[in-house]
């Protein structure tokens, strides 16, 4: 046959092949979502790390208790984190192997994750109208190893990320078509978005901030002032909401900043011992962010973003509020939240290049830094729009992803994590504990123990916890009223154990023994009659 006509066969297949991707190319990246989830989510359960993390056995537990508790109902939702992901869990988390295999987390976080990815490529496409660009910003986000590994756990920055990124799309499109079903649509993803991390409240407010610069210069005083009122009172209901709710159930409208479970007031002791090289440390404060960017996200893409960010900023200064890209500053917002929350003290992120003069975790809280992917993604996509740079970004994106990628047993920097270490502990408690327990209810501090609660394996209906209301309550003056069992932390990390604050420790001492003591917890059992 002729060489030549093999060559045309083969040129026709081609371009039929690109005609097809061409015209299905959001089908397609919706089934590269569906199977990169699924396949992530299988190799991470097989290794048992869907419920690695402390933080994600704590978030099982509390949408369990709405279900399964000594008081079960919908005020088992309060406390210092916001309720998404814990009302979203609800449909599965009554199902045992749902809730302690983590699963129930595991679902919701997929369908993020897909959601997530596939809103970029849309968003992105939107904004430079090339598939190309749109690819790129979802090789960025899609095969990022940790966003991977956190879109297949019970944890929320996976969920925060997607709802975040909707928001964006619905946002750009109708600052496009001024199409009021898209500005309610994205008020609605902001209010989601504000109910599941407090970065999201910075979002929201910046929002709005930029729907009133947006329409003022574009549409006048009278148009904007209707934008932003409806744009604004739908999106902050989440907030007002969650308030209220703080006020109704705890008496105060921002007990989540105060009690127990806040991050801040965890923190201070920490502040106290010199153990937070960032606090009122501007300069530190902001490389603990970018180094915490850079493992998470990879160097290569950090430094694409950051010269990307810089040159939209040039170019657009004079204009910014004008052109339609301002908009997705929004996308910097939580970036520079995490900044003033480790400048502050209200959390603690450590990296290794930045050390105290005392010992600390090699990395801790650096999950965080997830949440400039989305900017990452759009801005780097946006360079994309110089066709002669489309190849060789494309060959930066996957060797940058490449090189956050485990090789050869290396682990990622996700399960580097204290979180994750610190989940490790206590085994010689746990193990004791189940080869000694034998019955009755046990009094526990869920603010220091909800990981240990939940290896337990036992219903959450034989707890005694802060959620308690009146079981609690009586128990700090009487605690063999209700409980057989007392369990406290008493280490030097008893500031988060509300036992170790409140509990009468002389009637303690009189109706229990003391059973085992390890990792800085204590053991009682009440005492024969």
Same mark, same amino acid.
């Given at each position: ?315 657009? %200064?004079?204009?910014?509020? *004008?052109?339609?890209? #301002?908009? /997705?500053?929004?996308? @910097? =917002?939580?970036?520079?939240?995490? &900044? ?41 996509? %946006?360079?994309?729009?110089? *066709?002669?740079?489309? #190849?060789? /970004?494309?060959?930066? @994106? =996957?060797?940058?992803?490449?090189? &956050? ?52 394996? /036992? ?71």
């Amino acid at each position: 046959m002729d060489i030549s006509s093999w060559g045309e066969k083969i040129d026709t297949m081609i371009n039929k092949l690109l005609k097809f991707v061409d015209k299905n190319s959001n089908k397609i990246i919706l089934v590269i979502s569906i199977i990169l989830s699924i396949v992530s989510f299988i190799y991470f359960y097989n290794h048992d790390l869907i419920t690695a993390y402390g933080d994600s056995r704590a978030h099982l537990n509390i949408s369990r208790r709405v279900v399964d508790s000594l008081t079960p109902g919908i005020a088992q939702l309060g406390g210092a984190w916001l309720p998404l992901l814990h009302i979203l869990m609800l449909p599965t988390i009554w199902i045992n192997f749902m809730w302690h295999s983590g699963i129930s987390g595991s679902l919701v976080n997929m369908v993020a994750y897909v959601i997530a990815t596939y809103s970029l490529y849309r968003l992105v496409e939107e904004i430079t109208k090339s598939k190309i660009s749109a690819t790129i910003a979802y090789l960025i986000l899609a095969f990022n190893i940790n966003i991977l590994y956190f879109q297949a756990i019970p944890m929320s920055e996976m969920l925060f990320i997607s709802t975040f990124i909707v928001a964006l799309f619905y946002l750009y499109k109708w600052q496009n078509t001024q199409q009021i079903s898209a500005l309610l649509l994205s008020a609605t993803f902001f209010l989601l978005t504000s109910l599941n991390r407090y970065e999201g409240w910075f979002v929201v407010v910046g929002a709005v901030i930029a729907i009133a610069l947006v329409s003022l210069r574009r549409f006048g005083r009278k148009k904007a002032e209707g934008y932003v009122i409806l744009f604004g009172t739908l999106a902050s209901l989440g907030i007002m909401l969650w308030l209220l709710w703080q006020l109704v159930i705890f008496g105060h409208p921002f007990d989540f900043l105060r009690s127990e479970f806040a991050a801040g007031v965890n923190t201070a002791r920490d502040i106290e011992a010199g153990l937070v090289p960032t606090y009122k440390n501007l300069p530190v404060s902001i490389m603990t962010q970018v180094y915490a960017t850079v493992h998470m996200s990879g160097f290569l893409v950090t430094a694409l973003a950051g010269l990307a960010i810089l040159t939209f900023l040039i170019k657009n %200064i004079s204009h910014l509020f *004008k052109t339609k890209e #301002f908009i /997705l500053l929004l996308a @910097i =917002i939580p970036f520079l939240f995490e &900044i003033l929350a480790v400048y502050r003290g209200n959390v603690p992120v450590y990296v290794p290049e930045i050390r105290a003069s005392v010992p600390i975790p090699d990395f801790f809280n650096v999950r965080y830094a997830l949440f400039s992917l989305p900017a990452i993604a759009i801005f780097v996509s %946006i360079l994309s729009k110089q *066709k002669i740079i489309t #190849f060789f /970004l494309v060959a930066i @994106i =996957i060797l940058n992803n490449l090189m &956050i990628t485990p090789i050869l047993g290396k682990s990622i920097t996700a399960l580097k994590d204290k979180g994750v270490v610190s989940s490790r502990e206590h085994l010689e408690l746990q193990t004791w504990f189940k080869n000694n327990y034998d019955d009755g209810l046990i009094l526990v501090s869920v603010a220091s123990s909800d990981a240990f609660i939940f290896k337990t394996n /036992l219903n959450m209906e034989k707890f005694i916890s802060e959620g308690s209301g009146k079981y609690w309550r009586e128990s700090m003056s009487n605690p063999s009223k209700y409980a057989r069992w007392v369990l406290i932390q008493d280490s030097q990390d008893s500031n988060r154990d509300s036992l170790f604050k409140h509990l009468d420790m002389n009637a303690l001492n009189k109706d229990f023994d003391l059973q085992e003591k390890s990792a800085g917890y204590s053991f009682y059992k009440i005492k024969d009659n």
